[in-house]
């Protein structure tokens, strides 16, 4: 519809070219809508944390990820010199807990995701090229844990593996890849149809190329956008887990402060919940925003008509 | 096509004068619709050709009343409607005046009318078929029950009757059984009428009311209307879809119907096939059509006048013997010599250089100044107006009438 | 008809969803190590121990083990709950009733609220009261629920001491009988006025705790739904019936908004069946939530094995549930396979 000049002779693109084009005109449109752009802020401001945690608070020694405990300074009120934020019933710096629990939740998360990312894929990629009785046996083995639900399962499988917080990364591990797996089978199933596929093929593209030059690539955007939000919803599932008593006490985990905080607000100390609670709140709200605002984007489906 | 030789013209039944619609948009005002104005004469099919994006279905749009605001604005212009056997005009009491172009008609101008009003207009006075079929009829309903709305919404009184309840009947059951039919039922009365004396009384209702729909699917030639109207959208195909568009159209015998490219969104094989059913249909029921479509072919064999538009304007109207064989406008002859005919040298298919311009702040002069290969200096500073080169045939186009001196203030001053 | 078979079809998976989750169950568990750990003591002798194996099929092979146990299952015993001290299927019904209780009152009002919200939000589109439904939304599905039990907790009981903590109070709780062992219905059934405003001044924190999650959930489909449904021809079409704006969006666009709606309704059950856990410690509310928690910490096989069934089983069930009402909205789906 735009009368728009000549087009200056196209620069021959290659296709990194293009690639690096189209990553830099989404994180534009990503960064244009105001709540994704605070979702990256508030993600940029944690992962800053956990980067200079040992600058923002000297570490525990020997273990930095077990909270310091000092039996003379307990059920400290936010403010008090030396606790900005107050002390727990047993000692415990809430401040360094908050700082330090940021590294714990960075690491949970980006094992867990990255973990079920590839499990996912693998075992979609199996179903769905391989087809025939295989990817019905796997299909029916997704659809039976996709009736536990998610946090339930993971806490059983936690609470068998044995109370640890190496344990909770495990089970979630074990929960978390089916979501993964369903959507890279539908891609591939729905790529095989396509097209652009079937001239590949015609032009003789073996099934393996054809696999990482036009499958992955073309089921990377769903996959993105589920880590993006399980990169919130592991942390908040996390938490929950270790909050009931799953995680080693005395660990710097939000979850676990939350549940050490507990027992003091009956008698008013709010803060030692408040604080890490709050973290894990903006943990997850930061990654939906983002994730909410990487679907918009990428789904054309959600653009106003007309 | 030949209403001339008939002596007395079919009075003007609506009219849009000088409409303006603008959707806000992130760059600016796009003026979609950009001071258009034509008649539609009643009985009379108009044909309304442009391409896409011209602002035509905005402007078909416009005499439901049904312009998204926002992101739309109407910035101004009317668009008048004079029912058939509507009240009698203000100005002379009935007796034909210049007001209500001598028929004693109430004039309305339909962007002004109040909700409740427009809404006994919608359906009932003024119909619409929409292009596509298949988004148009909601996937969730049957065919009957949809179809059934438009008869419950403008017809309960003759349905009330038909049942047998008199409206006189001021008891609880009669209460409860219009306000079904009127389709305000509350609660209680969607229980109550599950029970008897409700229930023969309801049934009865409803008797009426499927028959009223199988008669008017039985209209557009659909062979068993029972079965189609308690099928899902999706169960039926896409010619037998716009059927029941038209059925529902056409429900309470409107006075204009605003069809927006019927057959558009249908396969080449049956679109013949539902042009004609319109047509036969419009033919019988005296019904006034807008036709809107991209396609000159099949406007030229269905529609009486054709009013070209281009980019939010309207650049040429008349008969559509006028057009075809005589067009003045060169965007019109463009539109014409573009479309391939039998016979033609082949290898070659005519077009227009150059697109649509863009609509967002336009500057003054002739839009199409830009593709038009007989530019003048004046095309890109004053805007034509339609002015007539014969009887019922006017242009918008400084070759035909040239700018006379100080013709832009005047302007100005019209529009403003 | 099409939607009896469509109910049919789904209900002959279900089965074996339920066979295969018992499965994946019962392995997890004998991974974890015996069963028998529960019984034992530091006084028994080998023999004694050994008596013990055999009596619940140890030394033979898995399969086998699995039959007695699914035989047992079937016959209504679900093994010993060391936490409760008592067999499982003996504390299971109370503590079922206490979790019932609060999920169904949770998810009437989340699913009431959701729906209500998400058609206030849609239909004022871009307005304030839209950006700020959306606000709440995504903060609300965001928010983890046992930190917001414990903040509702702080303002509400420890600073303003408005509501109380538990079930009930037990004074009133022992005057009334409990036939259901749903508070709320055991006290209408008693006629007790001071059994149901108790009832239900017990409930609204853990209510308000486990339903705000949901009710974010179904705010945000049902408002998304309805926008997208909003642009589509038939409303327009409705419109140029001449339908009153009350009935384009009644019967047109809010009935097929609905439609996705109702996946995540049924989404939510599971959320709720998740939540009751961290819900339950926090307000020592007496339910299964509570029981699974100090199970899980303390490797109680038993309940957790039977509360991992239960709860699939269940949602399982609300799934079902969920499917008929989709096919029933919506025609299409009684086509598919």
Known sequence: MAVTDLPTPPKRETAFGVRMRRWRDLLKTLLSNPTTFIGFLIIFLLLAMAIFAPFLAPPNVPDPYQMPRDWGATRMPPGTPGFPLGTTNQGGDVLYGVIWGSRTSLQLSVIVVSVTVVIGIAIGSIAGLVGGWIDETLMRIVDVFLSIPELIFALAVAAILGPSFTNIILSLCIVFWVKYARIMRAQIILIRQADYVQAARVIGDTKLSIFFKDMLPNASTPIAVQATLDMGNIVLVGATLSFIGLAESGIAEWGVLVSEGQAGIASGRWWASTFPGLMIFLWALAFNLVGDGLRDALDPRTEDKR | ?416 | MQLRDYIIRRLLILPILIFGVSVIVFTLTRIGGSPIGVYLSHEMNAEEVAALEERFHLNEPLYTQYWYWLKAALSGDFGYSGVASAPVAEVFWPKFAATMELSIFSAAVAVTLGLWLGVFAGTRRNKWQDHVTRVVAVSGASLPLFWFGIILLIVFWANLGWFPVGRSNAEIWASIAHPTGFYIVDSILAGSWQGLVDALWHLTLPAITLGFGAVAIITRMMRSALVEELQQDYVDAARAKGLPERLVLNRHAKRNALVPTVTVIGLTIAFLMQGAIAAEIIYRWPGLGRWMASAVVRGDQATIMTYVLFTSVLFLFANLIVDIIYAKLDPRVRLGD
């Open chain 2, 1 to 416: 096509m030949t209403s001339n030789l008939e002596g007395t013209e079919p009075p003007v039944i609506a009219e849009v004068r000088d409409l303006r619609v603008h959707f806000g948009s992130k760059r600016g005002r796009v003026h979609a619709v950009d001071g258009v104005g034509f008649q539609i004469r009643d009985g009379e099919m108009l044909g309304l050709v442009g391409e896409t994006g011209c602002g035509k279905s905005v402007t078909g749009r416009a005499f439901l009343n049904l312009i998204p605001q926002p992101p739309a604005i109407i910035a101004g212009g009317e668009v008048l409607f004079r029912p058939r056997g509507g009240a009698a005009c203000p100005a002379c009491a009935g007796s034909g005046c210049h007001a209500c172009g001598q028929t004693g008609g109430e004039t309305l101008d339909l962007l002004k009318l109040p909700q409740d009003r427009m809404r006994q207009i919608r359906g009932a006075r003024i119909a619409m078929i929409f292009q596509d079929p298949g988004k148009a009829l909601n996937p969730t309903l049957t065919i009957g029950v949809q179809m059934a709305e438009v008869f419950l919404q403008h017809k309960s009184d003759e349905l009330l009757q038909d049942a047998g309840i008199s409206a006189d009947d001021r008891n609880l059951a009669a209460n409860a059984l219009r306000r079904i039919a009127h389709q305000e039922d509350r609660w209680l009365d969607r229980r109550l009428k599950r029970f008897p004396p409700l229930r023969q009384a309801a049934g009865r209702i409803q008797q009426a009311l499927d028959a009223r729909v199988a008669a008017a699917l039985a209209e557009t030639q659909i062979a068993n209307p029972l079965r189609v109207m308690r099928a899902y959208p999706h169960e039926l195909s896409g010619g037998m879809r716009q059927r029941v568009m038209i059925a529902q159209a056409l429900a309470c015998d409107p006075d204009l119907i605003i069809a927006d490219e019927p057959t558009t969104a249908l396969d080449v094989t049956i679109q013949a096939r539902i042009l004609e059913l319109i047509k036969t249909l419009q033919e019988r029921h005296r019904t006034a059509v807008l036709y809107i479509s991209h396609d000159l072919s099949l406007v030229r064999k269905v529609c009486d006048r054709v009013a070209v538009m281009y980019a939010g304007r309207v650049a040429e109207v008349g008969t559509v013997s006028d057009v075809f064989s005589n067009p003045r406008h060169p965007y019109t002859q463009g539109l014409l010599a573009a479309v391939p005919r039998a016979g033609a040298r082949r290898g070659h298919l005519a077009s227009i250089p150059g697109s649509v311009p863009e609509l967002v702040n336009p500057t003054p002069g002739c839009r199409f100044a830009d593709r038009c290969s007989q530019v003048m200096p004046a095309c890109t500073q004053l805007d034509p107006v339609l002015g007539s080169v014969g009887e019922g045939h006017s242009v918008a186009c400084f070759l035909e009438h040239p700018p006379h001196a100080g013709a832009a203030k005047i302007e100005k001053a019209l529009t403003e």
